[in-house]
């Protein structure tokens, strides 16, 4: 399989396009004109001041907020995205910054919530639920055991693993995570970079939001910085410091000798 960097290197068309994106909330424009893309197998990080638009511009792909103007290509076609259901249908999965788990469900209840499986009678199916939990947990986090607690017992990192779960059992080929790791502690971080790895190498392509500069330079491919809702520019992680990154988010231009 080719990588992410030889894939564009040959000009190959991406799975997601964004280009031109914008959306303003009353006079305040939140995402302008904003263009960024993504190939299968790819971490673009995007990164941002508070209230850079990182979190807006990913809610347009998501279905959650409808741009003003732009143009979404998925696989090269143009699509509209005007409702969750619709991104749904492209592939398109999202994990929250706050992950949207039910606390007084199990993993189970979650992973399937609002797309359960039933009987032919019509009813809740928990037995087929939790042997397709136990089977998908196995692959992703093999060390997970609380299938019969609620969610509200787990920690941090193993509620995002049943939060990607959900995301990986219904076909994500594009996944958008914001700020994945904000509220875990480092063994729990390094859990999730761990899963980040694994979808990667199955193909699936993630927008990644995330604060910690660090963090972006070990998992992502590419990072677009974004400030005041425009985004300051587009590189390759293997071109810049963790210093670059860092002054394109506070000087708002990118660094000298890098293309954008
Ligand atoms: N639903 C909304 N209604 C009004 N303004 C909004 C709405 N959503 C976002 N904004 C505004 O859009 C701008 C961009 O916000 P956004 O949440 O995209 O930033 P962000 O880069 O994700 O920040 P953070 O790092 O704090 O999550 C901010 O000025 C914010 O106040
Ligand atoms: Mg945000």
Same mark, same amino acid.
């Given at each position: ?5 030889? *894939? ?15 959306? @303003? ?15 299968? &197998? ?8 508070? &209230? ?23 696989? &090269? ?27 007084? *469900?199990? @993993? ?94 199955? &193909? ?57």
């Amino acid at each position: 399989m080719a990588t992410p960097k030889e *894939l564009r290197a040959q000009g190959a068309t991406p799975m997601v396009e964004m280009t031109d994106i914008s959306i @303003a909330f009353g006079g305040v424009k939140a995402v302008d004109q904003v263009s960024v893309d993504l190939h299968p &197998g790819e971490v673009v990080g995007l990164l941002g001041h508070n &209230g850079a638009g990182k979190s807006t511009l990913i809610k347009v792909l998501s279905g959650a907020y409808q741009m003003d103007s732009g143009e979404i290509r998925i696989n &090269g076609d143009k699509v509209e995205i005007t409702n969750p259901r619709d991104a749904r249908s492209h592939n398109i999965e999202t994990i929250y910054q706050t992950l949207a788990l039910a606390d007084n *469900l199990d @993993a189970a209840s979650n992973l399937f919530l609002g797309r359960e499986i039933t009987t032919p009678m019509g009813l809740v199916n928990d037995a087929a639920m939790e042997a397709e939990c136990r089977k998908i947990m196995g692959r992703l986090n093999p060390n997970f055991r609380k299938f019969s607690e609620p969610v509200s017992a787990l920690s941090g990192g193993q509620r995002q693993s049943v939060a990607i779960a959900r995301a990986v059992y219904f076909n994500a080929k594009i996944l958008i995570m914001d700020e994945p790791t904000a509220a875990l502690g480092p063994h729990e971080t390094q859990m999730v970079a761990e899963l980040i790895q694994q979808l990667k190498a199955q &193909g699936i392509g993630i927008f990644l939001i995330d604060h910690d500069v660090h963090a972006v330079m070990e998992l992502c491919d590419r990072a677009s910085v974004m400030k005041n809702g425009q985004l300051v520019g587009t590189v390759d992680i293997e071109d810049v410091t963790d210093d670059d990154l860092l002054s394109m988010i506070i000087l708002g231009k990118n660094p000298a000798g890098v293309a954008a």
